[in-house]
C-alpha cells in the first residue's frame, strides 16, 4: 500500500451527523471508531458528553460541529456551543462558515464570526476546521478569501462541506458533490503548511482516500469508515503490504454522500 494503516486510519473523522440517528446507532458507531483507531469522531452537540465519555483514554478524538450544517446562527450562539461543546469534551470543533454572508461579499462580518469559534476553541485547547460549504460558495474567489481569513485568524484545518449542502436543480431535485479534486487543490494551494485540508462529501472508498492524501489532505470527513479500512485490510493480505509500493489512486470524490 502507498499508505500505512495508521496513515490512513489516523486521517479520518468518523461522521455521526445523520440527524435520524439513535442513541444506540450513535454508541455503535463510536464503537466502531474505537475498533478502527481512527482519528476523531464527528458529533452532533447533544451527544458531545456520550462521545467523549466512550472515547476517555481511546487515542480517538471528540469532535463536534458547530453551526450546523446551514451556519445561519448568531456569532454568540456559534461561541457559545462551541464553549459548551469543549466544556463537556470535544477537542475539535467543525464550524460551518455563514454562508449568506459569504455570498453576499460581507468578509468582515464572516472573519468576526470564524474568529469568535477559533478563540473560544483554543482557549480550551481545541482545535478548529472551518465548513466553506462549496457546493453553495462556488466561486474561487470567495473560496480563496475565505482560505485567505481562516490563515489570519488562526484556523487548524480548511474544509469542503458538510455533507449536507444539498443544491435543488431545475428539475426540482436535491443533489451535491462534496468534495472535489478541484476544491481540494484551491484549498491547499492557498492556505499554508500550518492549516490543514480536510475533505467531507463524496469520499467512500480507500481510493478516493488515497487520492484526498495526494492532494495534501490531512483530514476526511467519512461515514465509510469500516469499509474502507477493511478493504485496506484486504489488499495487505493480498500482498500490497508496503508503503510505497500502490500505483496511482483510481478513486473518484466529489460524487455526493458524506
Avoid at 41 to 46: N, R
Wanted: glycine fraction near 10%; charged fraction near 25%; proline fraction near 2%.
Amino acid at each position: 500500500m502507498k499508505y500505512t494503516y495508521d496513515e490512513i486510519a489516523g486521517m479520518i473523522d468518523h461522521s455521526l451527523l445523520a440527524p435520524t440517528m439513535t442513541d444506540q446507532e450513535l454508541r455503535d458507531g463510536i464503537q466502531t471508531a474505537i475498533e478502527y483507531k481512527v482519528a476523531s469522531v464527528c458529533i452532533k452537540p447533544y451527544a458531545v458528553t456520550l462521545c467523549a465519555e466512550m472515547l476517555a483514554g481511546t487515542g480517538v478524538k471528540t469532535c463536534v460541529v458547530v453551526g450546523f450544517p446551514h451556519g445561519s446562527n448568531v456569532t454568540e450562539v456559534k461561541r457559545y456551543e462551541t464553549q459548551i461543546a469543549c466544556e463537556q469534551g470535544a477537542t475539535e470543533v467543525d464550524m460551518v462558515v455563514n454562508i449568506g454572508k459569504v455570498l453576499s461579499g460581507d468578509f468582515a462580518y464572516v472573519e468576526a464570526d470564524i474568529r469568535a469559534v477559533t478563540d473560544e476553541a483554543h482557549k480550551h485547547g481545541a482545535k478548529v476546521k472551518v465548513i466553506f460549504e462549496t457546493d453553495y460558495v462556488t466561486a474561487d474567489a470567495d473560496k480563496i478569501r475565505l482560505c485567505e481569513i481562516c490563515e489570519r485568524v488562526g484556523a487548524d484545518w480548511v474544509k469542503t462541506s458538510t455533507g449536507f449542502g444539498f443544491v435543488k436543480g431545475a428539475d426540482g431535485r436535491y443533489s451535491y458533490q462534496g468534495a472535489t479534486e478541484a476544491n481540494l487543490r484551491l484549498m491547499r494551494a492557498n492556505t499554508s503548511e500550518k492549516v490543514g485540508v480536510k475533505a467531507s462529501g463524496g469520499v467512500r472508498d480507500l481510493d478516493a482516500m488515497i487520492l484526498c492524501r495526494d492532494l495534501g489532505c490531512s483530514r476526511i470527513g467519512a461515514t465509510a469508515t469500516k469499509a474502507v479500512l477493511e478493504e485496506y485490510k484486504k489488499r495487505v493480505a493480498a500482498g500490497d503490504g508496503a508503503p510505497g509500493n500502490s500505483a496511482a489512486p483510481s478513486g473518484e470524490i466529489g460524487k455526493g454522500g458524506y
